[in-house]
């Protein structure tokens, strides 16, 4: 991968706003058996064109913690091997760091809010570096397996195609509410995103 910033476009960089998914679609260029593909808003790409930034692709490519390839962004395979073989934590410390790993991911976990809600329960109220030993039960067990299969299960987010109609689908029950950011296309809808909440 080729990433260069000429002298005098940091300013540039800094205006731009922090990694987002979206900021990956936005910002990729993909080398494909015809050459270069485009991908994302026309203008979005200007701004990087103006300020001569370049970044070369192969099939897929790390990037920030993700793999960017020409069907989508998904999480990288290393770390979703890392955290399935992740074992039961024994603190409320050793957990919350499990959950924030879990949660960098957020995006491509459908229904994570739900699935995670029982283990958030084990370190609520709690400080922040706690120590205690956590007293698992089977619901708390099985949480925590589900947790990681669900990461396993991860979607893949296509990258916005210009002009194509979108969708926000809802779900709310009485302690969560998620959504989905989609995009129809030819043979059904693209997830863009989910978007978890408490």
């Given at each position: 991968?080729?990433?260069?910033?000429?002298?005098?476009?940091?300013?540039?960089?800094?205006?731009?706003?922090?990694?987002?998914?979206?900021?990956?679609?936005?910002?990729?260029?993909?080398?494909?058996?015809?050459?270069?593909?485009?991908?994302?808003?026309?203008?979005k790409f200007g701004k990087w064109r103006d300020n001569s930034f370049v970044l070369?692709?192969?099939?897929?490519?790390?990037?920030?913690?993700?793999?960017?390839?020409?069907?989508?962004?998904?999480?990288?395979?290393?770390?979703?091997?890392?955290?399935?073989?992740?074992?039961?934590?024994?603190?409320?410390?050793?957990?919350?760091?499990?959950?924030?790993?879990?949660?960098?991911?957020?995006?491509?976990?459908?229904?994570?809010?739900?699935?995670?809600?029982?283990?958030?329960?084990?370190?609520?109220?709690?400080?922040?570096?706690?120590?205690?030993?956590?007293?698992?039960?089977?619901?708390?067990?099985?949480?925590?397996?589900?947790?990681?299969?669900?990461?396993?299960?991860?979607?893949?987010?296509?990258?916005?195609?210009?002009?194509?109609?979108?969708?926000?689908?809802?779900?709310?029950?009485?302690?969560?509410?998620?959504?989905?950011?989609?995009?129809?296309?030819?043979?059904?809808?693209?997830?863009?995103?989910?978007?978890?909440?408490?």
């Open positions: 991968m080729t990433f260069r910033v000429p002298s005098g476009s940091l300013p540039t960089l800094k205006k731009l706003k922090p990694f987002a998914y979206l900021e990956i679609s936005i910002y990729v260029a993909l080398q494909t058996e015809t050459g270069p593909l485009f991908v994302g808003v026309e203008w070369v692709i192969g099939q897929h490519s790390k990037l920030r913690g993700f793999q960017v390839s020409l069907g989508g962004v998904s999480p990288l395979p290393d770390r979703v091997k890392a955290l399935t073989e992740y074992p039961l934590p024994k603190s409320v410390e050793e957990l919350r760091r499990f959950l924030a790993m879990i949660n960098f991911y957020h995006r491509f976990l459908k229904n994570a809010v739900g699935t995670q809600a029982c283990l958030h329960d084990l370190a609520k109220g709690r400080i922040k570096r706690d120590k205690t030993p956590i007293i698992w039960t089977d619901e708390t067990k099985e949480a925590f397996q589900a947790c990681k299969e669900l990461l396993k299960n991860a979607a893949m987010l296509a990258y916005p195609k210009h002009n194509t109609p979108l969708s926000l689908v809802t779900d709310a029950s009485e302690t969560v509410i998620g959504a989905v950011l989609q995009q129809h296309v030819e043979g059904g809808t693209e997830p863009l995103g989910f978007f978890p909440e408490n």
